[in-house]
Structure formats: C-alpha cells, structure tokens
C-alpha cells in the first residue's frame, strides 16, 4: 500500500460547502494527500454570507489537533479561520507540541460579508501564531491590515511584505486579486522577492483564498519548493475558478475538479492530435491534400469556449517536396483558423471537436462521395460583411444540412480566397484516418 502524506486543516466549516474546511478537504482529495481536519467555528453560512457561527471551546479544537498528530502524524498544517484569542493560543500550543510545518491563511471575514475574526484576537495571531509559521498567505486587504501598510501597486506590496516576514515569518506570500493577479513571494532570510506572474480570471472565487492556502500545504507535503508550490497553487486555483457554478444565489464557490478536469482532457486532446499529426505526415503520399496555405489539424477539449482550448500544429503542415512536415509544436491557443472551425461546428454539435483542412479539387470531393462521406457547402461571394469567414461559412454549410453536422465542408473559394475542403468529426485522429483514406486514392 503507498502512503500518502498527510496535511491537517484547522479552520471553520462553511455550511455552504464553499470556503473553510471544505475547500481545504476537497483541495487535499484533488492533490493527492490524506486531508485531517481539526474545526475552530461552525459557520451557518451560504453563498449570500455568514449569518451566525458557534465557535468551539479552545480545548474541543485542540484535542482535535492532538487526535490527529498522535496518530496520523501530519508534517504539513493550514490555518484558516482562528475567530478568537484563546483558540489561537491553544493553536500556537500545538504547533510546538507537535511540531508540524504551518500555513497560515489569516481569514479576517468572508467574502459574502460577516466577520470570522474577532477584532481583540488580530494582535494575538501576529503575535503569538505568526513567529511559528513558515509561510503566511495574505491577500492584498489581510496584508495592508496585518503591516499597516496601504497596498496600490507592487512596490507598496513588497513594502508590506517586508513588515510581515519581520514578525517572524520564512515566507510572505501575497496573492494578486488585487496586483492584477500576480502573487508576490518574499523570503524573509535572503531578503528576496519573486513574482508569480498570473492574470486575473473570472469566476466564482468563494474559497479561493483556502483553497490556496491548502494547495499551499498539501503541495509542501509533497516535498514541492515554496516556488513550485506557489506556482502550481497559483494555476490550481485560477483553474477552481474558472470552472466555479453558481450553485446558489451569491457569490460561486470555487470548483476544485475543474483544474484537474481540465488538464486531464487538455492531456487526451494533446495526445490524440499528436498521433493524428503522425498519421498524416507518416503517409507516403498525404502532400497531394495540402492547400497553399497549409494544412492544419485541431482537436478542442469538451466545453470548448475559445481558441485557447483548441490543440493544434502551431505553424501548421507544409509540403516539403514530396513529403509533409509541421512546422512548430502542437500546443493549445495557437492556430485560429481550423480552431474556430472546430468551434462553429461545435455550436451546433458538442461532441463534433476535430477538424483537418486539405486543398479543394472536384476529384477529391468525388472520392468523399465514393467514400459516403456526408457533404455541405456554403459560397464564398454569398459572405456578409464583417463576419468571420469560418465561423459564417461552417454555419451556414450546417444550417444547409439540417443543422447537423456534416464530415466534409468545402467552398469554392472567391477573389484572393484560395477553395478549401474541412474534414470534421469527433476527435482529430478519426479526421486525420479520413484524410489518409482520401491521400490513397488519389
Ligand atoms: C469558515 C470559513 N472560512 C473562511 C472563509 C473565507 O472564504 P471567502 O473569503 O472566500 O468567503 C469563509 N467564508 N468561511
């Protein structure tokens, strides 16, 4: 049996399932390490806010941390929501006792609106709890409340940043809501700092700052640097909001599977194109398909929004002679013409998410008849102003079909518009076995 590293959560439970011990639970469960959790307060909460919380005696909290350090053994602690003096004495007790490493994610209130923190106990965790910790997590607001500086840009982060690491802290890392969405890390003993770039997405963020913080502890579980734990924390957590749900009526709460879920069919869709670029640069005689302007391949992952989740060959298939080569890597984001092909088909068919494009000749449109291929066409000199021509002329080829989606669009082409064939279908080594198919009998 392997074993797996175990991290302890102490912080409250959110009723809502979005913040607190929740978050960190599930953030625990997705990164692989045995999550423990030891509760301060519970929060009668939702996504609209906190209404009430019962917050535990001190001693109930830390018999809860002493069951699990007698007997899991955890080397890695997160602190969320420590609502009074008293539990966060009893906290610092622990720490000493038992001698786990600890990240403090210092909650002050919730997103939604209601205060988790007592103002009295403030002082008593950056003065009792913070000189025991290795890394803190504030954001921009728990920074300026902590060091009493104001925070308008990164300068006045790193200033701030500074002041905290003297209270006794390895690692201040402030995360970048606010910085446009870069985290600033400083290491108190080499007096350093190091940006983890990052962009500000949309989404649901309820939880986001327990999520990282537990990101956080689970990947130093891991035995990942502080840098790589950041910059996996950073893009876990830009991902769990990303793919948040409005499942109530406030603020979403942030989806830990998204990210996974995401990488894991960014991974399948990145294999499958490239055994699909394989195929057709490996046939003897896949060339003779290849318009001017290149061949592309693109294969999208479920729920694709935009280009960005679209895999393709980034300088596209070249004719070499008589042979194919691609020119550049398969990556995602990079090509936008077979890309919003596949994303028009799309619209119409979800599971429709690959598409190949080879040059137009009346020969090959009667090899796709011979080969019972479904086809529509649209026309070029029929295009409107202003539209994207993919994204029209997929449509109306579709619309022309019924609304279904056929395996071969083609156009004849215009003024300056060289004719185009498009193969679709579900997954991009299918178009790329029709394209070699097609190369065959020609
Ligand atoms: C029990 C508990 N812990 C922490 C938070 C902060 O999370 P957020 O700022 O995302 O509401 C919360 N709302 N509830």
């Known amino acids: 049996m392997q074993k797996m590293p175990v991290v302890m959560t102490i912080a409250g439970s959110d009723s809502g399932g979005g913040a607190g011990i929740a978050a960190d639970l599930k953030t625990f469960s997705m990164l692989g390490v045995h999550g423990t959790c030891a509760i301060t307060?519970?929060?009668?909460?939702n996504t609209r806010g906190v209404l009430t919380s019962y917050d535990l005696p001190p001693e109930v909290v830390s018999d809860q941390i002493s069951a699990v350090c007698e007997d899991l053994n955890p080397l890695w602690a997160k602190t969320g929501m420590l609502p009074s003096s008293d539990i966060i004495r009893e906290v610092a007790d622990c720490v000493r006792r038992y001698n786990f490493g600890l990240v403090i994610d210092p909650v002050m209130s919730a997103e939604a609106g209601g205060s988790l923190m007592r103002q009295e106990a403030l002082s008593t965790l950056i003065d009792e709890l913070v000189p025991l910790c290795d890394v803190i997590t504030p954001n921009v607001h728990e920074a300026e409340v902590i060091s009493g500086i104001s925070i308008a840009n990164m300068n006045d982060a790193?200033?701030?940043?500074?002041?905290?690491?003297?209270?006794?802290?390895?690692?201040?890392?402030?995360?970048?809501?606010?910085?446009?969405?870069?985290?600033?890390?400083?290491?108190?003993?080499?007096?350093?700092?190091?940006?983890?770039?990052?962009?500000?997405?949309?989404?649901?963020?309820?939880g986001s700052g327990c999520t990282y913080s537990a990101a956080?502890?689970?990947?130093?579980?891991?035995?990942?640097?502080?840098?790589?734990?950041?910059?996996?924390?950073?893009?876990?957590?830009?991902?769990?909001?990303?793919?948040?749900?409005?499942?109530?009526?406030?603020?979403?709460?942030?989806?830990q599977s998204g990210g996974i879920l995401d990488s894991a069919s960014r991974y399948h869709v990145f294999r499958n194109v490239k055994k699909a670029v394989h195929l057709v640069t490996g046939h003897r005689s896949f060339f003779r398909l290849i318009p001017e302007v290149g061949t592309n391949l693109a294969m999208a992952i479920p729920d694709a929004k935009s280009t960005e989740d679209v895999a393709a060959v980034s300088g596209r298939i070249v004719r070499l002679e008589n042979t194919q080569v691609t020119v550049g890597d398969i990556d995602f984001g990079k090509s936008s013409h077979v890309a919003r092909i596949v994303l028009a088909a799309m619209d119409f068919d979800p599971d429709i998410r690959a598409a190949l494009n080879i040059k137009y000749s009346k020969e090959i449109i009667q090899i796709c008849r011979d080969m019972d291929l479904s086809i529509s066409t649209f026309d070029r000199q029929q295009e409107p102003k202003n539209v994207s021509t993919m994204d029209w002329g997929v449509s109306e080829a579709i619309i022309s079909f019924n609304g279904s989606v056929p395996d071969i669009i083609y156009d004849e082409g215009g003024v300056g518009k060289e004719a185009m064939i498009?193969?679709?279908?579900?997954?991009?080594?299918?178009?790329?076995?029709?394209?070699?198919?097609?190369?065959?009998?020609?």
Not at 430 to 437: F, G, K, L, M, P
Request: proline letters at 2%; charged letters at 20%; a positive charge.
């Open 422 to 442: 498009r193969i679709l279908g579900k997954n991009s080594i299918n178009v790329a076995r029709i394209a070699s198919n097609i190369a065959d009998q020609i």
């Open 216 to 255: 956080i502890a689970a990947c130093l579980s891991r035995n990942y640097s502080l840098e790589e734990a950041s910059f996996f924390s950073k893009n876990f957590v830009e991902q769990a909001i990303i793919n948040s749900s409005s499942v109530g009526r406030g603020v979403a709460p942030v989806n």
């Open 41 to 45: 307060s519970v929060t009668s909460q």
């Open 158 to 206: 790193k200033k701030a940043a500074r002041v905290i690491g003297k209270k006794g802290v390895n690692y201040v890392i402030i995360t970048g809501g606010h910085l446009k969405g870069s985290d600033l890390i400083y290491d108190s003993a080499s007096n350093d700092y190091t940006m983890i770039p990052g962009k500000l997405v949309k989404g649901g963020t309820h």
